[in-house]
Structures are given as C-alpha cells and as structure tokens.
C-alpha cells in the first residue's frame, strides 16, 4: 500500500568529547616490542569523557612491564589538554599505586579501575595489547556505592531494523567479601547519551532496534542505584536487500484469469494464502478470513505496535483486528458481504491514516446503497480507489463476495491508496 507516513527514526547525534582515531592512523604508529596499543574509558562521576580510545602505551620507564599506569598516562598525552602533567597523578599509599587525578579531577582518591571488566589492585597491574582499561572517578563520594556494570560485548555489529541484544552485568560483593557478579534489571538503556524506552528485564537482557546505519554508543542509567555507566560501541550497517518471494503458484489460478495479477500480488504480499497449491477462486471469504488480512495488513504497517496474538487459533488475529478497530462480530465464520468488506476495510484504513487525508478519485453515485447500513463506508472506498461498482451502476451491498474479488480489493489497497499532502 503506498503511504506517505514516516516511521520515526532513531537519529541522535554522536555527542562524546573525543572520537577514536581511524585505522589508517593506527597503522602508522610505531609499536615495539616494549609497546602495545590499548584501548582507554573514561567516565567522570558517571560521563563518558573517553570511549574505547585507542592509544599506544611505551614502557617509558624501562622497567619491562606496561601497566595501568602507563595507559592512563599515555592516553592523557594523547587527550587531555595539557597532558598526563595536567590531568594524570598517582602516587604509592598503603594499597599500592593508586590514583590522586584522574581527568584533571582530583577528590581525595575516590576512582576505580578495571582491565577487561575485571577489577585491578593497582595501577602497577600488568596490560597487553589490545585490552580495555576503565577508569573512573566516584559520582558517590559519601558511600562510595558506585557499582561497575558491563555489557556482555564491547562493540556490536548490526543490520539496520534488526534486534540486538544485550546483556548487563553488575559486579558487588557478598558478606565475606567476595566478588559477585549479577544480573542488572531495571536499567534504562541510553544510546549515544539519550535515554530510550529500553529497560534490562531480570536477566539483564535488553533488546534495541537502530533505524538508521551509523555508529551508536549504547550505555545505562539507574535511577536506583549508581552505576558506572557500561559501553558497548555498536556498528549499525545498511539492511542488505531482500529478493522478492516468488507468489505462490496455485493450480487454479491460471495466467488468464482476470484476477491472476491481483491474486499473485496479494499472495507475494503474504496478505492472501491459498489452501495448499489451491487458492479456490471462486469460493465465498468469511468474515474470519477477510479479518485475517486485515490483520497481516496493520502488523506490517506496525499499527498493532508488535503485538502477537497469544492463541493457538489461526482466527486469533481476526479477534485482535476487530477488537483494535473497534468492530462488533456476531459469527465469524459466516460468508462476509459486500458492504461488510467495505465497512471493515474502511475502518482500517482510517485507523492507519490517524487523521490524515486520502488521495481520492472521482466519486459515483451506486444507485443501491441508501439503504445500507455501510454506504458511508461503500462511499469512501470508492472515492480512495479502493473498490468500484458493476456496469450498471450498482454496488450490491448484500451480495458475498468471492477470494479472487477480495484478492483484486487487496491490489487496490496496494497500489491505489495514497494519503495526500
């Protein structure tokens, strides 16, 4: 069906201070034997300053071994206005190398730090090409409850209009101190600093849908608990088209049929089934049947918003269609009439439409609708090219209707129907 209503897209603007450098860059830089590149976040009080930077640690002081240390002061050379002597100090307390500023944030030695979202004792521990170093300063600076959470992949690669799912994970400790790793509900995911309606179940788990092909930064809020905000750097690539589905061939729709072409297109649709290889042209629909595209119709278009019908009856959707459209069925399996199609289809639309005008057609004037109950229905199909008459004039409102018509009304749908503007 053509329609000029837009879907409303995901379009949020990259909004992180510093961006990753790009591969060609990487290759030039030199890597010894006493080097590795790593990849650095930062957050300040739960904001991201730095995401998955990527920066080449030398061991500057000759002591064979990169460490945390050595990141942090190298991706502060690297990012940081005025260096790792402006923003970067640590110094040796009771519990090791540990920090003094981080960020150019100095609050008494309330950061953390982990490497591969494994929690380190101290600067001093040892890194390797290619891990992941997050740093931290505290957002909680009585309690110090800020909880590291992670996702369960670090970057993510996904077709646009396709599901990705995430995992997050919160770290804690028991009553004996021990490190425990848990399930995070109820965080509002956020996508390149905006939240989103996305909340993890009690598994973790989240699912989102990125609209357009662009890179994402997908993290989390709480409004219960403080977190360090996770990362998860996500790739979005363009759907790859899909080839038509062939129609059906059913044995008793032959290319010469009037109704072949309409028949073949609704079936390509999967807005009209046949009974195996058969599509029994010139049965009567039912009212079930004619509900059952209605249904198949809206889901595509998303006027359901993703709701499944939850029944094992194959008339579930018919139920649902005419529930949602707000239409009264006293037999669901009788043969539907005319201006039943045309009042059921009618509402439809105008349901799909949300207030918005149709391109219409020049109206005629059936000499045998006065008196139905549908003729305001039967007018405005034919005046949006939905439906037309006979050659005489007539409509025939009381008249069933065949498959193979429904088929050519389901055509008209596709290729006629246009809202104006």
Known sequence: MKRKFLAMLLVLALCLVPTAMAADELLVMPISANSARVFVTIADAGSFVLVEHPVIVSDVDGDGVLTICDA????????????????????????????????????????????????????????????????????????????????????????????????????????????????????????????????????????????????????????????????????????????????????DVADSDWFSTAVKTAAEAGLVVGKGNRFDPEANMTVAEYLTIIYRMGESEGLYEGRETTGANWQDGAKYAAETLGITISDYNAAILREEMAGITAAYLKALAGGEEFVTVEPIDFSDIADSAYAESIVFMQSIGAIGGYNDGTFRPTNTIRRCEVAQVVCNMMTNVEIAG
Do not use: M
Not at 126 to 136: G, K, N
Not at 141 to 149: E, G, K
Not at 159 to 181: C, M
């Open 72 to 251: 942090l002061a190298a991706v502060h050379d690297d990012a940081f206005e005025g260096g790792a002597k402006a923003g970067f100090a640590y110094a040796e307390t009771e519990y090791g190398l540990s920090l003094t500023k981080l960020w150019g944030v100095e609050n008494g030695g309330s950061y953390g730090y982990y490497i591969n979202d494994a929690s380190a004792f101290s600067l001093g521990d040892e890194i390797h090409a290619d891990d992941r170093i997050y740093a931290y300063t505290y957002a909680d600076l009585t309690a110090w409850s800020d909880a590291y959470t992670y996702f369960d992949t670090v970057a993510a690669s996904v077709e646009a209009g396709s599901d990705l799912t995430l995992t997050l994970t919160v770290l804690g400790y028991d009553a004996d101190w021990n490190l425990v790793a848990s399930p995070f509900e109820g965080a509002v995911i956020t996508v390149n600093g905006e939240a989103t309606d996305v909340v993890t179940d009690k598994d973790g788990r989240a699912v989102l849908t990125f609209a357009d092909a662009d890179s994402f930064v997908v993290s989390a809020a709480s409004e219960t608990s403080v977190i360090v905000p996770p990362v998860c750097i996500v790739e979005v690539t363009a759907a790859a088209e899909k080839p038509a589905a062939d129609a059906p061939a059913f044995e």
